[in-house]
């Protein structure tokens, strides 16, 4: 069950790692144009 428990983790944690970078960029710049705006 534990084994099962890893991987599970590992699954569900690899595409957010793959992902983070590019979620970064757009919050980021969100954030810069939102906080200039008001």
């Given amino acids: 069950a ?3 428990k890893m991987a599970v983790i590992v699954i569900a944690t690899v595409p957010m790692l793959i992902a983070y970078p590019f ?3 757009y919050f980021v710049k969100g954030a810069l144009v939102g906080s200039v705006k008001g």
């Fill in 2 to 4: 534990q084994t099962v």
């Fill in 23 to 25: 979620v970064q960029k």
